[in-house]
């Protein structure tokens, strides 16, 4: 089978596509013939050497899977042979998603939404569970709260934008001007342009002073140590960013402010409650752009850039979704 293994950690350039042999399915597991997964900025930091320690190398990564089940292992009972699926790979625990076939433990595999395309179901998994993970289980987002969401034309933004609005918070978010229509196309109530606002004075104008119940981080730098200037009393802080520097949260003290790191658990139950939105419309992933395999650095290089002009998510293209791509 066909797929892309970094040789070494460093940029874009650092992958190369081999001839690698197919795995086989053992017990409890199946074997996926892959679609379409897509890119993060997981997969990025991942590339450039940032978990050094996790990944030994050569590898395979990646992080989302949508397929076709091909074969399942001795005593797999949810799944066989023909049904679609879909799921994240267990992070740092084996290869990843950037090739043709691709094996998992059938705990962690869900039925793939029949309404979404397979692109669209790998632009899911990974940053639906994230969202998951950090709006409902960690920071338990209320009907009738109000929620901040930074980054929200991004790909976990955008998803965390029609998580909050189908539980029935008030959603926020930060964004540049010209992907305001888009993300208040999402159920976004309010829109802040970080680029000509201080989103600070812009949220205690709005909720005349008394802040937000919930602050999802998805951008870094100092929105740790700011959030608690947004938050309303018993204010919850939820990052998915890693903290690359020591911050002040003496501010949260006095907000009762409690602060929330999520790196998202693979399971089937997320997926299955994502599924559930999906089928009753209420949660549906962006493509923003669509790479095939081969094309994975370019993919990388541009989600990574500044100014990248993206909406969503990269999906990429695998096998003979990408031959139909190309037709």
């Keep these: 089978m066909k797929a892309l293994v970094l040789t070494a950690f460093g940029g874009p350039e650092s992958f190369e596509l081999h001839d690698v042999p197919k795995p086989a399915p053992q017990p409890g597991q199946v074997l996926v013939r892959v679609h379409a997964t897509s890119i993060n900025p997981l997969d990025y930091q991942v590339r450039r050497g940032d978990y050094p320690d996790l990944v030994p190398l050569p590898a395979i990564t990646g992080h989302d899977?949508?397929?076709?089940?091909?074969?399942?292992?001795?005593?797999?009972?949810?799944?066989?042979?023909?049904?679609?699926?879909?799921?994240?790979?267990?992070?740092?625990?084996?290869?990843?998603?950037?090739?043709?076939?691709h094996v998992a433990a059938e705990s962690i595999v869900g039925k793939k939404p029949a309404s979404l395309s397979h692109l669209e179901a790998a632009s899911l998994t990974l940053v639906g569970g994230t969202a998951w993970e950090a709006l409902v289980v960690r920071a338990g987002l209320r009907v009738g709260e109000s929620i901040l969401v930074h980054g929200g034309a991004g790909g976990v933004g955008h998803v965390a934008i029609q998580l909050a609005k189908a539980i029935g918070a008030?959603?926020?978010?930060?964004?540049?001007?010209?992907?305001?229509?888009?993300?208040?196309?999402?159920?976004?109530?309010?829109?802040?342009?970080?680029?000509?606002?201080?989103?600070?004075?812009?949220?205690?104008?709005?909720?005349?002073?008394?802040?937000?119940?919930?602050?999802?981080?998805?951008?870094?730098?100092?929105?740790?140590?700011?959030?608690?200037?947004?938050?309303?009393?018993?204010?919850?802080?939820?990052?998915?960013?890693?903290?690359?520097?020591?911050?002040?949260?003496?501010?949260?003290?006095?907000?009762?402010?409690?602060?929330?790191?999520?790196?998202?658990?693979?399971?089937?139950?997320?997926?299955?409650?994502?599924?559930?939105?999906?089928?009753?419309?209420?949660?549906?992933?962006?493509?923003?752009?669509?790479?095939?395999?081969?094309?994975?650095?370019?993919?990388?290089a541009r989600l990574e850039s500044a100014n990248n002009g993206l909406r969503g998510k990269i999906a990429i293209a695998v096998g003979e979704l990408a031959g139909r791509l190309t037709k």
């Design 170 to 300: 008030r959603v926020f978010t930060t964004v540049r001007d010209d992907n305001a229509e888009f993300v208040r196309g999402l159920g976004a109530d309010v829109t802040i342009d970080y680029e000509k606002e201080d989103y600070v004075d812009a949220i205690l104008r709005e909720t005349g002073g008394r802040g937000v119940d919930v602050v999802f981080d998805t951008i870094g730098g100092n929105t740790l140590s700011r959030s608690p200037d947004v938050l309303a009393q018993l204010g919850r802080v939820v990052s998915i960013v890693d903290i690359a520097q020591p911050q002040n949260l003496i501010q949260a003290w006095g907000k009762n402010a409690s602060f929330h790191f999520v790196f998202t658990r693979q399971n089937r139950g997320k997926l299955d409650e994502l599924s559930a939105l999906v089928e009753r419309g209420q949660l549906r992933p962006h493509v923003g752009a669509v790479y095939s395999l081969a094309d994975i650095p370019a993919a990388h």
């Design 65 to 101: 899977v949508s397929g076709v089940v091909e074969a399942v292992g001795p005593g797999v009972t949810a799944f066989a042979p023909g049904d679609e699926v879909w799921y994240t790979p267990q992070i740092f625990d084996g290869p990843g998603s950037y090739a043709e076939y």
